[in-house]
């Protein structure tokens, strides 16, 4: 992609493939791309998670909530409808580092 180029740029995750408009951009010593856009995405039952991670955390302590979280995660069912948010996805190149990654 040419600077300045606009395209879309495909983001795998554990909800979904997104595609978003996406936009090449330079600065000094560095190239990125630049994605965002609504999107929407399946992500596990609100009530279900909540459910899940009062049994395992006590209230406050924000560690085990943290730790709850990621557990439970893995154990709740997606809910039945997508529901939609907003992504931004940053790639950056750091030439300096990477001298054969230069401008195009």
């Known amino acids: 992609m040419p600077r300045g180029a606009e395209g879309k ?32 995405v399946l992500m596990p039952d609100k009530a279900a998670l909540e459910a899940c991670i009062g049994s395992k955390a006590a209230p406050g ?24 948010i907003k992504v931004q996805v940053q790639i950056l190149l750091d030439e300096d580092n990477n001298p054969g990654a230069g401008p195009k």
């Open 9 to 40: 740029q495909k983001v795998i995750t554990e909800f979904n493939d997104i595609i978003l408009p996406a936009t090449k951009q330079s600065g000094v010593g560095q190239t990125g791309i630049i994605a965002s856009g609504p999107a929407e």
């Open 61 to 84: 302590d924000e560690d085990m909530v943290t730790n709850a979280l990621l557990s439970c995660r893995a154990e709740t069912p997606n809910g039945a409808a997508p529901i939609e």
